[in-house]
């Protein structure tokens, strides 16, 4: 796979993510479902959205590394929440960190939204290639 990101403007290097992402020559793309905080026995997480950021990328790792993919070969990263300003209250830190431990440089779409399944607060949604 070749992988070329795009960012033109200069503010983009103060960001988590870039503004496009170019693949040539890969050799597969997994799309993954949105991923939440349920656990092996599928019990959705009571936890608050810092904890269930935590185990959603717990589970996301597991998916893509059972699927054969590398979490740095993740080119796209959406997203969803009941709440912005909490996520970026409590969550930044976390989501900041696992990027960082993967080498991701992605683009990505957040959305604030009413309601997720059984009450979560956060959900992530990845395209991974090799």
Same mark, same amino acid.
């Given at each position: 796979m070749e992988k070329?990101? =795009?960012d033109p403007w200069k503010w983009g290097e103060q960001t988590n993510s870039v503004q496009a992402v170019e693949i040539? *020559?890969?050799? #597969?793309? !997994?799309y993954c479902s949105g991923q939440v905080a349920i656990d092996a026995n599928g019990q959705p997480s009571t936890a608050d959205m810092r904890a *269930? !950021?935590?185990q959603i990328f717990q589970n996301l790792e597991h998916l893509i590394k059972e699927s054969g993919y590398d979490c740095s070969g993740i080119v796209r990263l959406n997203i969803v929440t009941t709440s912005m300003r909490e996520f970026f209250t409590?969550? =930044?830190?976390?989501?900041? #960190?696992?990027?960082?431990?993967? #080498?991701?440089? *992605?683009?990505t779409t957040m959305f604030e939204v009413q309601g997720l399944y059984a009450g979560l607060t956060v959900e992530v949604e990845a395209t991974v290639v090799k």
């Open positions: 070329r990101t =795009v040539k *020559q890969a050799e #597969g793309t !997994l *269930q !950021l935590t409590s969550c =930044v830190d976390i989501y900041q #960190g696992w990027i960082a431990q993967h #080498g991701i440089k *992605q683009a």
